[in-house]
């Protein structure tokens, strides 16, 4: 574990790109400059800026993740009195913690970007030695599939509009989702949202 605790201080600049990426009116080549800058520092030396850290609680000794996908787990948990989504990378014994790390930053500093009423939005995250986990608010309703077999009246057009809108949006923001279906879309309040713990950057 000696690879987190050697990068887990932050530089200057790479709080200072975080805080630039923050403005709204940030013209779009300054931005695009800022997150590959930002992107590329935090994918190659395991940096994230600290504002993004956040304390959550979550019982992995006694609980059970929520549910599973192919290379993490998510946990319910709590985080500022609400309930939250935690999804913890999966981490083997012969795992490259390097590589490990370093995807898991470039989709944390690749997320955080994103302000969409259809892109479900990041917390932030938690970091340990023995855990690296995405934070983000927990849906009530679960995935898309979960809640039309619950409400099989539902408007399901609506429901793909509102997908629609945001892959719109992220694919203006020059990225991809990587892997997209209906476990990976929730639902709120008479909107769907897309998670974004999959996305790539096409520049």
Request: charged share 25%; hydrophobic share 40%.
């Amino acid at each position: 574990m000696r690879y987190v605790a050697k990068y887990r201080a932050e530089p200057a600049l790479t709080q200072s790109f975080a805080q630039a990426l923050d403005r709204p009116d940030l013209p779009p080549a300054a931005r695009e400059i800022c997150l590959r800058q930002l992107y590329r520092a935090c994918g190659s030396h395991a940096l994230l800026p600290k504002a993004l850290k956040v304390p959550v609680c979550y019982d992995r000794i006694n609980g059970y993740a929520k549910y599973h996908g192919g290379y993490a787990d998510v946990w319910k948990g709590e985080y500022g009195g609400q309930e939250v989504a935690v999804k913890v990378m999966r981490i083997y014994s012969n795992s490259d913690l390097k590589e490990v790390v370093g995807r898991f930053c470039k989709e944390v500093i690749t997320w955080r970007t994103l302000r969409h009423p259809n892109v479900l939005p990041l917390i932030g995250v938690t970091m340990s030695e023995a855990q690296f986990a995405m934070v983000s608010e927990w849906m009530s309703n679960g995935n898309i599939n979960e809640f039309v077999k619950a409400n099989p009246g539902e408007n399901r057009l609506k429901l793909l509009e509102d997908v629609a809108r945001g892959l719109i949006y992220i694919h203006q923001q020059g990225m991809i989702h990587g892997d997209l279906k209906g476990v990976r879309l929730q639902y709120r309040e008479l909107l769907s949202y897309l998670t974004c713990f999959l996305l790539r950057l096409t520049y």
